[in-house]
């Protein structure tokens, strides 16, 4: 989905951090708008069970053969795209707020892992697999302080992540960004180290919880200005990679040498003289919470 021309709004303070890729596009009859989210510093179910593999250093020897790393990734990585209703007005009438993210497979039978912010406020929202077959997916559940949700696709026989203990993940360790960058290049993957572990960044969370907003320039990256409220924050404990992630890889997973998931793709850093500051949510914290909203549909600690 590429970005279209964006209309001017108005200008809020600069932010530090930005979610690394909802790609959003606000349509209507009389032509379209768009924005992205960004980041300030600082129901019952089938319960899945995840491969655990342990995530530690590998050298050049011992690593598996690059082809092969980048197949079971891709495989365990889908493309998402969301519909969201947004408020009619007089002249325009309603308009459709388009976005698009990535998720990770958690189960084959189709329980899938994303970024609560690429979901939030959709209406609709269909998921891509790595074999260009596409669903619609419900949501299962959605925790916004943690930045996680879960979605369900009828599907079988699905490719499922293998996740590392990401509590063992070490400083330098080779690092691999899949996801899908501009809404467009499904299935992309870049390569990096683990630049830092146990990293803390501040997120805002908005009162509506929704998904659209306008920006002020004609970058992929703006502050909020939809009138979307920031009255509350919450604090993420992070890994800091510099693999490079771009709009459209939120939800999208971090692996490591083995191709064995370690965190889930959500923020990056908003300045412009800035690069290589990616950052993803350890797959220990991910897996724990999607546990409890398929179990329970909800987080309750």
Do not use: C
């Not at 509590?167 to 501009?182: D, F, L, R, W």
């Amino acid at each position: 989905m590429e970005e279209r021309k964006r209309r001017n709004g108005p200008r809020g303070h600069i932010s530090k951090y930005i979610v690394s890729g909802v790609l959003v596009l606000a349509l209507s009859a009389a032509g379209g708008v768009g924005g992205a989210y960004w980041y300030t510093h600082s129901q019952a179910g089938t319960v899945v069970t995840t491969t655990t593999a342990t995530a530690t250093p590998t050298s050049t020897s011992s690593a598996k053969d690059a082809s092969s790393i980048a197949s079971k990734m891709s495989q365990s990585v889908v493309a998402i795209t969301t519909e969201e209703m947004t408020t009619s007005n007089f002249w325009y009438g309603s308009q459709v707020s388009s976005g698009a993210g990535s998720g990770v497979i958690m189960s084959s039978d189709g329980y899938i892992i994303t970024n609560a912010h690429v979901v939030s406020g959709a209406s609709k929202i269909k998921v891509t697999t790595s074999n260009n077959k596409t669903y619609t997916a419900k949501l299962v559940g959605s925790y916004t302080k943690g930045d996680i949700a879960v979605l369900k696709i009828e599907a079988t026989g699905l490719k499922a992540a293998t996740f590392a203990d990401s509590s063992k993940i070490k400083q330098g360790q080779v690092t691999y960004a899949v996801g899908n960058p501009e809404g467009t290049f499904a299935n992309s993957i870049t390569s990096g180290i683990v630049s830092a572990v146990s990293r803390k960044i501040t997120i805002s969370l908005s009162d509506d919880d929704s998904s659209s907003s306008d920006s002020d320039d004609n970058s992929w990256f703006s502050q909020y200005t939809s009138g979307r409220s920031q009255s509350s924050t919450t604090t993420l404990n992070v890994i800091q990679t510099d693999a490079a992630v771009s709009p459209g890889n939120s939800g999208g997973g971090l692996f490591n040498a083995n191709g064995d998931l370690i965190g889930i793709v959500n923020a990056k850093s908003s300045d412009s003289d800035s690069e290589g500051l990616g950052f993803a949510i350890p797959a220990n914290t991910a897996v724990k919470i999607a546990k409890q909203l398929i179990t329970n549909g909800k987080v309750s600690s």
